[in-house]
């Protein structure tokens, strides 16, 4: 029971954010961040790479947590991420192995193009009511939009 509600919660919580674009911006900053702390024997060339691969890595998870945590932020944090991300396929081993570069990319759509869902408000069932078209020769009726917008 208990955990239901908290799944319940956890679920109410995850529909009123661009969550699926949080989750892909940070596990893609994650990736872009953790390949030039790999190995040697991973990373082929290091270089000064390594720098800007983990300043954008950690970028790209703080644009996806704000996205989760200030959602009213997410058109940035999706245009953010997307161009970060693109950068990242130059300046970061190829935006970690292509992974990090596609997952930001598709991170920031996802932030950019979440909108939060309206309350819906029931509606009476009252019939449409008919329009008439003036008769021919006649003017049509004053309208009460003083810039003469039609409705």
């Known amino acids: 029971m208990l955990l239901s509600r908290g799944a319940a919660g956890f679920r109410r919580w995850r529909r009123s954010r661009p969550f699926w674009g949080g989750l892909a911006a940070v596990l893609a900053g994650a990736e872009i961040c953790a390949l030039p702390l790999a190995p040697l024997k991973v990373m082929l060339t290091q270089g000064v ?38 950068a990242a396929l130059v300046l970061s081993n190829l935006g970690g192995f292509l992974i990090g570069t596609l ?49």
């Open 49 to 86: 790479a390594g720098i800007p691969s983990v300043l954008m890595g950690l970028v790209m998870i703080v644009l996806g947590l704000s996205a989760w945590f200030a959602p009213h932020y997410r058109g940035l944090a999706g245009v953010l991420t997307t161009l970060i991300a693109t």
């Open 103 to 151: 997952l930001g990319i598709l991170g920031g759509g996802l932030m950019f193009g979440w909108q939060p869902r309206t309350a819906r408000t029931p509606t009476p069932n009252a019939a449409p009511v008919p329009t008439r078209s003036p008769a021919p020769g006649t003017a049509a009726p004053a309208h009460s939009d003083p810039q003469g917008a039609q409705p």
